[in-house]
């Protein structure tokens, strides 16, 4: 099986590397971060990471469990997510932590959604089973947030406490395909691969503080009530890099429909090679011209992931 990599609305969720071993030994050798975890030493010893970072990708080979970075859209580790498989692969186990800095902001249930789902959907599991120190509320309303049912309390030895603590133990069974997906709202928003002279594409990077921050996108935004597309499109052009578009030098080329957590994303992308104006970034956006064959090497939202090849077979 091949070491998963997903990614999410804010984080990407990928194999663990060697070079990850520092910032995981910093993150867990905390007390309030390894007191909750049943199979961490505290103190964590300065080797041990080295040591299980190379052992989650044999476990991962093998098929046992798939331990997982949490890391933010650039990489650097944040926590850990993974599944131990038991049972004769049907069910698993979910555990998962964050470094103390990054709790209280949603970022473990958005972890633990989409390995979950992936355990689902790509490993065939049809329950998986978790367990939270009685004492830890937010792990349980995580678990119970992703629709994970208690079942009852039990105990289990904590490497890091010494000694055998009360959890509550929890589970969740393979949900039921038929049952269509909640409706999500559509978020209308329009974008450009501004072309130049050379050939090359126009990408803008997201700024820190908003949602996919750091991630390369195409120029443009959402509509403004009763705006018309190409109307809207213009607007954002102005407003962003200062240039000036007709609405006949755009060219429908191809669109994004993708599912993110909190709306489903609805994106028609347009072409363009003619503008008037010397182009800057108003908001002190990054911008970079990038050829066709080289857009693979800018991380950009997984809306637009499936337009890549698209832009490149077409432009
Ligand atoms: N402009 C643009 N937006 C994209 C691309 N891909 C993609 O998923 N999006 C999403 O589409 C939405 C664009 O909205 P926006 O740029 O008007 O708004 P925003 O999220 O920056 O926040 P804002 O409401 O504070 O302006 C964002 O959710 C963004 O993540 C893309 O290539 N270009």
Not at 17 to 41: I, K, T
Not at 52 to 75: K, N, P, V, Y
Not at 90 to 102: D, I, P
Request: net charge neutral.
């Amino acid at each position: 099986m091949n070491p998963p990599e997903l990614r999410t609305e804010r984080l990407l969720l990928r194999p663990l590397a060697p070079a990850d071993a520092q910032a995981l030994h910093r993150l867990v050798n905390d007390y309030s971060v390894a007191g909750n975890l049943a199979r961490v030493p505290f103190p964590y010893p300065e080797g041990l990471a080295q040591d299980w970072i190379a052992s989650t990708h044999a476990q991962m080979a093998r098929g046992e469990a798939f331990d997982l970075a949490i890391s933010d859209s650039q990489g650097a580790l944040m926590g850990c997510v993974g599944l131990t498989v038991k049972r004769g692969a049907s069910e698993a186990e979910l555990g998962y932590w964050l470094g103390r800095k990054f709790w209280g902001k949603g970022y473990g249930r958005e972890a633990a959604k989409a390995l979950a789902t992936w355990g689902f959907d790509v490993l065939g599991l049809d329950r998986i089973v978790a367990s939270a120190l009685t004492d830890n509320i937010a792990s349980q309303k995580v678990l119970r947030d992703l629709g994970f049912q208690p079942q009852g309390e039990g105990t289990a030895h904590f490497m890091s406490r010494n000694r055998h603590m009360p959890v509550y133990l929890f589970s969740m069974d393979k949900p039921r395909h038929a049952e269509p997906a909640p409706a999500l709202p559509v978020l209308l928003v329009v974008a450009v691969a501004l072309v130049d002279t050379d050939g090359r594409i126009l990408l803008a990077q997201r700024p820190p503080g908003k949602a996919l921050a750091g991630l390369w996108e195409f120029p443009g935004g959402k509509l403004n009530p009763g705006e018309g597309p190409e109307t809207a499109l213009i607007r954002e052009l102005k407003e962003e890099l200062d240039i000036d578009v007709t609405a006949s030098c755009l060219a429908p080329l191809t669109f994004a429909s993708h599912a993110y957590e909190k709306f489903h994303l609805l994106m028609p992308l347009y072409v363009c090679r003619r503008w008037k104006g010397m182009l800057r970034p108003v908001e002190g956006q990054q911008l970079a011209w990038v050829r066709p064959n080289k857009l693979e090497e800018y991380p950009m939202p997984p809306a637009d992931k499936p337009l890549i090849a698209m832009l490149r077979e077409m432009l």
